[in-house]
């Protein structure tokens, strides 16, 4: 009776000691998922702020300039050398999406937050940006990877 009861008692501390050590691999990994989704989620309030704030400035730049339409994202207007406060913006705008796509890429911010909070803007600005990035990648061989962290993730449909 007593081997029974040692053998109930040594599989319950077995017991214990995996369900111990499952908890002590899966902590950190619970703890990293929800870090990168709470800075994925400040870098996103930060870059709508920024970006508003961007894209407010382009919006005056381009009415001081009386550019509208389609003219606004056109590479001659952008590149003027009377337009460098336009270019500063549009540099702006796309870096900053381009850190936030560089950081879901290397898996430091969830590429599937920033797809939901951001996914159909940063689209938009690739579409409406796409002719500016193709002629600014073509002026020379330092500039043929500028923003391509976005390329990717701005090609990816919304997530449903």
């Known amino acids: 009776m007593n081997t029974k009861f ?7 501390n077995v017991s214990a000691a995996v369900i111990t050590a499952a908890a ?15 800075r994925t989620l400040d870098v996103m309030n930060d ?16 009415d001081l300039n009386k550019v509208a339409g389609t003219q606004r994202f ?5 590149d003027h050398k009377d337009h460098y406060a336009v270019q500063t913006q549009v540099y702006r705008l796309l870096n900053l999406y381009d850190y936030v796509c560089l950081g879901g890429k290397t898996n ?3 590429l599937e937050l920033i797809q939901q909070m951001r996914g159909d803007a940063l689209r938009q600005t690739w579409a409406d940006y796409g002719a500016y990035i193709k002629a600014h990648r073509e002026k020379s061989d330092q500039n043929k990877r500028a923003w391509e962290n976005c390329d990717s993730v701005a090609a990816e449909p919304m997530a449903g």
């Open 47 to 62: 870059l709508d702020s920024k970006a508003s704030e961007i894209v407010a400035e382009k919006i005056r730049l381009d």
């Open 108 to 110: 430091l911010f969830s």
């Open 74 to 78: 056109e590479p001659n207007y952008i």
């Open 24 to 38: 002590a691999l899966a902590i950190p990994i619970v703890l990293y998922v929800d870090a990168k989704s709470t």
């Open 6 to 12: 040692d053998r109930i008692l040594t599989l319950i």
